[in-house]
């Protein structure tokens, strides 16, 4: 159930201006700036890449995640964004509900490890309320997940707060069984955002023996030790860490004396990946969250399984009621766009915000394409959906220029077209196109749905170009 807060309207919010943080990234080692900006209401947290010609966006979205090895990687049409866990628990914990952060690198820097920079870096510029009211979706049935293997267990229940407990056992006596939770979001600031990322030493010996975790360094995790290291052993950890023998103490089971802000430190910290990993279900949530063993993986599992139930309870069905005159109908749609029969293929456009349009196509047995595309059991075509999908949000993108007549907009690509259901005559296809992120340089992205009934029947990402028409 998609919810808002009790007895007043909370709003959306965003960061008052811009602030630049500087670090290295943990696992490429690449010196990065990344600057946090304000952004329109419900565009979300959007990567931007700009390091990468046109600046393409990466949003902060479950479904979008390709590697979970020692932090979260997004990745949209072959651009990446690597750890981006901590910073997005910062933002969370904060209630910063859109952001732009722009990054000239690849990975969102390591800084010292822990969310506590981040915080303190949004907390230096504030925040400010939008206009647009904030929902929550609040766990209705519960969720389990469940990696035998790994001796995972999550469970996701109903609840009024955002609540989470993580417990830990890594059948190691320097660690032990540890336990972790916060009430609310209001103790993450204090409780969990200083606690630092951890690892075992035989685990670093093999990372950086293979290059994977460039940018590590004693100053960035918690090291534990879980023997007493021999002479030759710490000559080999003074080569890899590039300091002398002296440098290297061993106190309390952790490399070089580091102290621990907190007795259960490493299960804070895994609570604290647990909060930044969920905000990419894509809105704020209520639950109880028990985690066992949790890690990324996990934790994006989760995720996608409360988006799965956001899509299954919320019905975000567009309303269509025929007895409600248009936002458009087809001569307004005439004067916006090119297209004319046989491929005109929208009939009216029925709701339309700065960020999303509906539109309505009537499948009827008079379209000329059902005389040769299966005459005998007549389908349209998908092409043809996708093409209608591309008109809607045609509409949306021409309704940001002046003298929308003198443009058009053109398919650059489309990605992840799913097929769910067949189009058919007598069918109305409800077709809603969202922005993915905010137009820039002419660059329309759109995730787009269509509906017959209530039944999903096309998915699709799109990208569209806006270009002048020729005089």
Known sequence: MIIFAKFYMERQQTL???VTVNGRGLHTGSVVSL???PSEENTGILFCRTDIPDSPLVKADAN?????SRGT?????????YTTEHLLAALTALNVDNALIELNGPEVPILDGSARYWVEAINSVGVCEQNAERKYYKIQDIITYVDAENEIEMIALPADTFKVTVLIDFKTKVLGKQYATIESLDDFVTEIAPCRTFVFLHELDFLLK????RGGDLDNALVFVEKLLEP???SHLAKLFNKTIDDLKVEEGVLNNV????SNEPARHKLLDVVGDLRLVGMPLKGHFILKRPGHKSNVALAKLIKKQIMEN?????VYNPDVPPIYDINAIKTMLPHRHPFLLIDKIIDVTDTSVVGIKNVTMNEPFFEGHFPDEPVMPGVLIVEAMGQTGGILALRMVEDPEKYSTYFVKFDNVKFRSKVVPGDTLILKMELSAPIRRGLVQMHGTVYVGSKIAVEADLMAQIAKNKE
């Open 259 to 262: 102290k621990r802000y907190f």
């Open 232 to 234: 030759n052993e710490m």
């Open 16 to 18: 008052n201006s811009g």
């Open 314 to 318: 919320s019905n975000g069905v567009p």
């Open 73 to 81: 990687t997004l990745e949209y049409q072959g651009v990446k964004v």
């Open 35 to 37: 600057q946090m900006l």
């Open 64 to 68: 979008l995640v390709t590697d979970t």
């Open 210 to 213: 293979n290059n994977l975790i």
